[in-house]
């Protein structure tokens, strides 16, 4: 099973600030095979980001993908204060598994 | 638009069995995965395992496998998760989603399971 860890843990930042979120792979993950997504404090998560940099439908541009084989990132330029969420990886190979999630906090 | 809708909130006793349900509004549910995802509370998400409703080939998370029992009834375009033993630690809300390729495009709104004496 693909082990996915995310950091930093937890991150704090201003409006208008440039997130970057990690998520690391045990093992190599095909980049079609790696997505992120946002939940928010008692909702279901949202998918944002698939196949490691393709946005999700009524996704803002402000939100991009990256990376390959081990090692993922998650970009968010200019926070909006709706961005302050948790966000985690997840992937799907022959099994699939979340990241322990990075949370997004206002600074 | 694919839209599931899963089943209301569970207060359970240890021991007591459990089956919640997901049903898909749309009309595509035989053609794409189903899958069920696990959130304890204040933690992350855990990928429990999927099924497919067209011939209900399942797979399951090595973490859950013998745990629950994941089915579907193609008639009424409805998936579920059942327990037959339920314990505290089974205290989540669980999600269903939509598998599409390899992510979760659309999700259901959450399955609030409360195990207590």
């Known amino acids: 099973e693909i082990v996915l860890t995310q950091s930093p843990g937890s991150l704090s930042l201003s409006p208008g600030e440039r997130a970057t979120l990690s998520c690391r792979a045990s093992?190599?993950?095909?980049?079609?095979?790696l997505a992120w997504y946002q939940q928010k404090p008692g909702q279901a998560p949202r998918l944002l980001i698939y196949?490691?940099?393709s946005r999700a439908t009524g996704i803002p541009d402000r939100f991009s993908g990256s990376g390959s084989g081990t090692d993922f990132t998650l970009t968010i330029t200019g926070l909006e204060p709706e961005d302050f969420a948790v966000y985690y990886c997840?992937?799907?190979?022959?099994?699939?598994?979340f990241g322990q999630g990075t949370r997004l906090e206002i600074k | 638009e694919v839209q599931l809708v899963q089943s209301g909130a569970e207060v359970k006793k240890p021991g007591e069995s459990l089956k919640i349900s997901c049903k898909d509004s749309?009309?595509?549910?035989?053609?794409?995965?189903i899958g069920w995802v696990r959130q304890m509370p204040g933690k992350g998400l855990e990928w429990m395992g999927i099924?497919?409703?067209?011939?209900?080939?399942?797979r399951y998370s090595p973490s859950f496998q013998g745990q629950v029992t994941m089915s579907v009834d193609k008639s009424i375009n409805t998936a579920y998760l059942q327990w037959s033993s339920l314990r505290a630690s089974d205290t989540a809300m669980y999600y269903c989603?939509?598998?599409?390729?390899?992510?979760?495009?659309?999700w259901g709104q959450g399955t609030l399971v409360t195990v207590s004496s």
């Open positions: 989603a939509r598998l599409t390729n390899h992510y979760f495009d659309d």
């Open positions: 749309g009309h595509s549910f035989t053609f794409y995965w």
């Open positions: 099924i497919y409703p067209g011939d209900s080939d399942t």
């Open positions: 093992q190599s993950v095909t980049s079609s095979y």
């Open positions: 196949s490691a940099s």
């Open positions: 997840q992937q799907f190979g022959t099994s699939g598994t």
